[in-house]
């Protein structure tokens, strides 16, 4: 599956004669706005994480464990390979080919839809929400950068928090 991620947008963007590099947003921005924009997007990713956390929890209908369970049986490998091919898989795919393709939120819907095979409706509800974000930040900065590294920084803060 992640091949296609890699390889539906180049084949694409090809036969439509489109610049790859330009419209995935592989441009590069010097690195003291790389390191600015991702801090803030990653504390934003957090922030969101704990609000729709702390409502599920409200509401009772926090469904994490699910995803804790999945998570906690994974080989380290695995988990490397979700963190690094994954998540560049995801925002090359989500954010640098369906943003500019369809839109930001119908690129987050489908992102969140990728989601359900954590059998946690929160997962999804958080993805959908995190697509947006993550989308927002692309269209406004146009590199991917700062998604990539912000994506991977959030997902290992979580696994960790879910793994202690």
């Given at each position: 599956?992640?091949?296609?991620f890699f390889l539906l947008p180049?084949?694409?963007?090809?036969?439509?004669?489109?610049?790859?590099?330009?419209?995935?947003?592989?441009?590069f921005i010097g690195a003291k706005?790389?390191?600015?924009?991702?801090?803030?997007?990653?504390?934003?990713?957090?922030?969101?994480?704990?609000?729709?956390?702390?409502?599920?929890?409200?509401?009772?209908?926090?469904?994490?464990?699910?995803?804790?369970?999945?998570?906690?049986?994974?080989?380290?490998?695995?988990?490397?390979?979700?963190?690094?091919?994954?998540?560049?898989?995801?925002?090359?795919?989500?954010?640098?080919?369906?943003?500019?393709l369809i839109g930001v939120v119908?690129?987050?819907?489908?992102?969140?839809?990728?989601?359900?095979?954590?059998?946690?409706?929160?997962?999804?509800?958080?993805?959908?929400?995190?697509?947006?974000?993550?989308?927002?930040?692309?269209?406004?900065?146009?590199?991917?950068?700062?998604?990539?590294?912000?994506?991977?920084?959030?997902?290992?803060?979580?696994?960790?928090?879910?793994?202690?």
């Open positions: 599956m992640d091949a296609l180049a084949i694409y963007l090809y036969l439509r004669r489109k610049n790859l590099k330009e419209h995935m947003g592989l441009k706005k790389l390191i600015l924009l991702s801090i803030e997007l990653i504390l934003l990713l957090l922030i969101v994480s704990v609000v729709i956390s702390l409502l599920a929890n409200a509401f009772s209908v926090n469904d994490l464990q699910n995803v804790e369970g999945t998570i906690s049986r994974l080989p380290v490998y695995v988990m490397v390979y979700l963190l690094i091919i994954r998540v560049l898989a995801e925002e090359l795919f989500f954010r640098g080919f369906l943003v500019n119908p690129s987050s819907i489908i992102f969140a839809a990728f989601h359900f095979s954590w059998n946690s409706v929160i997962e999804v509800i958080g993805a959908f929400v995190a697509g947006l974000i993550l989308a927002y930040y692309f269209k406004k900065n146009q590199t991917i950068y700062p998604n990539i590294i912000a994506h991977v920084c959030y997902n290992l803060l979580v696994i960790f928090w879910m793994i202690r």
